[in-house]
Nanobody, 126 residues
Framework: VQLQASGGGLVQAGGSLRLSCVVS????????MGWFRQAPGKEREFVAA????????YYADSMKGRFTISRDNAKNTVYLQMNSLKPEDTAVYYC????????????????????WGQGTLVTVSS
């Protein structure tokens, strides 16, 4: 199973970016997907997660209303639309795939995910 994240870059505060993560080597629609991020000197933190069919989502409180996770199972891709970006959103963003029988708050925990992408850097300037 391979996850390839892309879409990161440099953006000014208040701007937007859309991250993509393409999954290969497995049946994409069988996996819940999550986005996490890690800023320099900080621990990896949960950003958002989406269920197999896209009908259920979780967001970290600080991202609610600004970030939107979505997926296109026909394209084996999960997206993270990030709006109203702030300098504190600067981090490496990782996508992850989890294979569970139920979609629950476990989707917010990094150790529950089996597969990880390589990360894409988002830098928000003030």
């Amino acid at each position: 199973v391979q996850l390839q994240a892309s879409g990161g870059g440099l953006v000014q505060a208040g701007g937007s970016l859309r991250l993509s993560c393409v999954v290969s080597g497995t049946i994409f629609s069988s996996y819940a997907m999550g986005w996490f991020r890690q800023a320099p000197g900080k621990e990896r933190e949960f950003v958002a997660a989406i269920s197999w069919g896209g009908g259920s989502t979780y967001y970290a409180d600080s991202m609610k209303g600004r970030f939107t996770i979505s997926r296109d199972n026909a394209k084996n891709t999960v997206y993270l639309q990030m709006n109203s970006l702030k300098p504190e959103d600067t981090a490496v963003y990782y996508c992850a795939a989890g294979f569970w029988s139920q979609f629950s708050s476990m989707a917010t925990r990094a150790y529950e995910y089996a597969y990880w992408g390589q990360g894409t850097l988002v830098t928000v300037s003030s």
